[in-house]
């Protein structure tokens, strides 16, 4: 039914089935030509707006499936970078260096966030809890590489070097607001009879919290955590002076470290045609890396909260 | 819970009931209702409770008080990191930092206009784009979407903002670049070329590929506004326009995005905001050369990009510190954007994550 109603200027009741389509649309021909052409022209102009959106999405994928699937080989999955402008070699120290640097992150990100998520929510209705609430937004909207600033200042220049922990420390700044505000957001959709059952059968205040609010909204918070998880695992701008990136193998946190990220940008920027074919294959991978550890989590905690129930 | 109104420890016996029913007719006696015995369990309970329940929970509050906390420390230390290192900067330029023209390393002279120059330029270029496009987006998403469609277009809008910064720098330079190079520019330059804006060499890289790209980065965030802004609006609405004879677009002008203007604009600005503090597309688009040009063909160069280029090869405490004092502008003009952005939104929609306090 509703293609045609689409074009012909139906009420979103009628779209939805709700108002009997037996009622004609009795405006259509008594409506001036002038009234008639604005309307297709928006509606036109509308649809446009739509594809016009969606093609730089197709075009960014199919350029990175097309480009990207023909440089990974197993060299690139499991070499170093070969010195400037000879071909060959790969990132694999990159993907490990990504990995490493997300898990510091995730570290550091995870507990404060929900840690900060469940004060919002169990105690910061007052107006403490607003001053955070608005130094989370402030610090979600702060832009990366002025993170990076700070974590240089703070620890890369105490240390006197470049680090992967450094990196993983602005990583995990930047997943904070994402995770409280997500864990906020869902700790109060847990009604509040589940918290007072808890009280009425004499529970302490933080088991409620823990093993029953908490709980309760764990999926939501999980959400959260990976929403902010793939956020940060793509960033550029804030490793740039604190992993710096790094040639070589390198597993140790007080080291400089590479990153696929990194890797990319310097790749892309560099002028050897080997390097972006790597370029392009490095990027296919850190979104396949992205989307993959995603889903691995929600596989594992669904599987959790199953058994659990 | 340690509060002195609980009613476990009230003195009275739970009262029976006033007047129990002795007998029914047709069942005959009926024991009254036995009131509950002196409530010897929750006494339990209540003798057991202040011991080994109120430490546990102070610690708790005291670790979650803590982690809160830890969100302001850090913007805290953000802000008095960037004052701090940019103090060199500060006092030896004082405002002409922000209009001088001259970035000389050399010679320890710096002025950062070329830069904000380039950031307000690509940003209102980006917007200039972005907003026809996602307020189009969201008004078919919203109003005109067969049913099946919507949520895989809104998934797919949203998907855009998933995809790191790197990559549409990645994609600009190899894909968007020659595009504008062999095709956009030289159409652009023959049809407009009058008005100057669209003049002199085309190298694909500048200020115009540098709009284009924010402008695909910003749309999902406008988008994503404007569509929960308008569907915020009432649907009674629509049906009363539409019952006074509109046709759609004339429902959907007078009756979804009048009222729902404010928190568009609010999601206009946050897009702003996302706009001037990206770096890494860019860097990698806009060319990197500090001047001030009136073409948007000509490479610019953006607050952002300058920190990430320059900021690792900084020789010289002026130098850094001039740097810093960039990323503390672009921090503070974010911050003012984000919390006008923030107050028009929530205006609106009432703070979704804001219930009355």
């Given at each position: 039914?509703?293609?045609?109603?689409?074009?012909?200027?139906?009420?979103?009741?009628?779209?939805?089935?709700?108002?009997?389509n037996s009622v004609p649309p009795s405006t259509s021909h008594q409506v001036s030509l002038w009234r008639r052409l604005t309307d297709w022209g928006a509606t036109g102009f509308a649809i446009l707006a739509a594809i016009l959106v969606l093609v730089p999405l197709l075009a960014i994928f199919i350029y990175l499936v097309i480009k990207g699937v023909g440089s990974i080989n197993w060299a690139f999955l499991t070499q170093t970078p070969k010195p400037p402008g000879e071909v060959g070699g790969g990132m694999a120290n990159g993907i490990i260096g990504t990995g490493l640097i997300l898990a510091v992150a995730s570290v550091i990100g995870v507990p404060l966030g929900i840690g900060s998520g469940i004060y919002l929510a169990e105690y910061g209705r007052n107006r403490f809890g607003d001053i955070i609430r608005f130094t989370a937004d402030v610090l979600n909207g702060v832009p990366s590489i002025v993170i990076g600033i700070t974590v240089y200042s703070l620890i890369v220049v105490r240390q006197k070097h470049f680090s992967a922990f450094s990196g993983g420390v602005a990583l995990g700044i930047m997943m904070i607001p994402t995770v409280a505000r997500a864990t906020e957001e869902m700790l109060l959709m847990v009604p509040n009879i589940i918290r007072e059952a808890a009280y009425g059968l004499g529970i302490p205040r933080w088991r409620t919290t823990l093993s029953i609010t908490l709980r309760s909204a764990s999926a939501g918070v999980i959400t959260g955590c990976m929403l902010a998880f793939a956020r940060v695992a793509g960033e550029t701008a804030p490793l740039l002076f604190t992993a710096f990136g790094n040639q070589f193998w390198n597993l140790k946190l007080n080291q400089p470290t590479a990153a696929l990220s990194l890797q990319v940008?310097?790749?892309?920027?560099?002028?050897?045609d080997d390097w972006h074919k790597q370029a392009w294959a490095g990027a296919l991978i850190l979104i396949v890396l992205i989307v993959v550890a995603v889903a691995a989590v929600r596989i594992v905690t669904a599987r959790g909260t199953l058994k659990g129930a | 819970m340690s509060d002195s109104v609980d009613p476990m420890n009230t003195p009275e016996p739970i009262e029976p009931l006033p007047k129990p029913v002795t007998s029914i007719p047709s069942l005959g006696k009926v024991e009254p209702l036995r009131s509950a015995p002196k409530?010897?369990?929750?006494?339990?309970?209540?003798?057991?409770?202040?011991?080994?329940?109120?430490?546990?929970?102070?610690?708790?509050?005291?670790?979650?008080?803590?982690?809160?906390?830890?969100?302001?420390?850090?913007?805290?230390l953000v802000v008095w990191e960037l004052v701090d290192k940019s103090r060199l900067s500060l006092h030896q330029f004082g405002l002409h930092f922000f209009y001088g023209h001259d970035w000389d390393p050399v010679n320890d002279s710096f002025g950062a206009m070329p830069f904000i120059y380039g950031t307000l330029v690509s940003s209102f270029l980006a917007l200039l784009l972005a907003v026809p496009l996602s307020i189009g987006v969201a008004v078919y998403i919203t109003e005109m979407c067969p049913q099946g469609l919507r949520a895989i277009i809104s998934f797919l809008v949203e998907l855009l903002a998933a995809i790191p910064s790197v990559i549409y720098g990645l994609w600009g330079i190899f894909v968007l670049a020659p595009l504008l190079r062999d095709y956009v520019q030289p159409f652009l330059q023959k049809t407009l070329g009058w008005t100057g804006f669209?003049?002199?060499?085309?190298?694909?890289?500048?200020?115009?590929?540098?709009?284009i790209i924010l402008a695909i980065m910003v749309v999902p965030v406008i988008a994503s506004i404007t569509r929960e802004v308008m569907s915020a609006?009432?649907?009674?609405?629509?049906?009363?326009?539409?019952?006074?004879?509109?046709?759609?677009?004339?429902?959907?002008?007078?009756?979804?995005?009048?009222?729902?203007?404010?928190?568009i604009v609010g999601g206009v600005i946050l897009g702003l905001g996302r706009a001037l503090g990206e770096t890494m597309a860019v860097t990698m688009v806009i060319g990197n050369r500090p001047e001030v040009a009136k073409s948007l063909f000509a490479p610019g160069y953006t607050m952002a990009s300058v920190i990430a280029n320059e900021f690792s090869e900084a020789t010289g405490d002026m130098y850094l510190s001039a740097l810093v004092e960039i990323g503390l502008a672009l921090f503070i003009v974010t911050l003012i954007v984000n919390a006008l952005a923030r107050l028009l939104v929530w205006s609106i929609t009432g703070g979704t994550a804001r219930p009355s306090a």
């Open positions: 039914m509703p293609w045609r109603a689409c074009w012909y200027g139906a009420s979103p009741a009628e779209l939805r089935g709700q108002v009997p940008f310097t790749y892309a920027i560099s002028p050897y | 409530s010897t369990i929750l006494q339990k309970i209540r003798q057991s409770n202040p011991a080994s329940s109120r430490i546990p929970d102070e610690i708790f509050r005291w670790i979650i008080l803590l982690s809160a906390v830890s969100v302001f420390a850090i913007v805290v669209f003049g002199g060499p085309m190298y694909g890289l500048g200020m115009l590929a540098a709009g609006v009432p649907q009674n609405q629509r049906e009363a326009v539409l019952a006074l004879g509109a046709t759609r677009w004339e429902m959907i002008r007078v009756g979804v995005l009048r009222n729902a203007r404010i928190g």
